[in-house]
């Protein structure tokens, strides 16, 4: 039997990572998928605001789990954003565009999620496959 591919794992500092027990991201070989991301601040904190400003807040903490396990955003190849409210949806993807519109990966925008807190507007999780398999 075959052994299994060496896995490393990203975390935001999320509290939520360790008594769910999940990690912002892992990475298997070239692949690197990330969690749901939610607009969570350093603190624990839900980040105020719209659903743009969460939205940027939630790419801005995926991109860094992406970052940290050796790829880029340019290396993203999907993303799936979770709204609570369809009238989100333009705001969410504006600031989809913000980060993605020279890349221009395969994205699924979902509404009527019913998210872990009240006043997130968006949750969102990505896939990225970088170059090497290192």
Do not use: K
Not at 77 to 104: N, Q, Y
């Amino acid at each position: 039997m075959a052994s299994p591919l060496p896995r490393t794992t990203a975390s935001s500092g999320s509290p939520y990572e360790a008594s769910i027990g999940f990690s912002r991201a892992v990475r298997v070989g070239n692949r690197i998928l990330v969690s749901g991301t939610a607009p969570v601040e350093a603190d624990g904190s839900s980040t105020p605001g719209d659903a743009e400003v969460q939205a940027a807040r939630c790419f801005q903490l995926i991109v860094q789990a992406v970052e940290t396990l050796g790829g880029t955003a340019a290396d993203i190849v999907r993303t799936r954003m979770f709204l609570v409210d369809a009238a989100d949806a333009e705001a969410v993807g504006r600031a989809h565009g913000a980060v993605f519109a020279a890349i221009r990966p395969a994205a699924t925008m979902v509404a009527g999620a019913v998210l872990l807190r009240p006043e997130w507007r968006v949750e969102i999780e990505a896939e990225a496959i970088v170059g090497d398999d290192g």
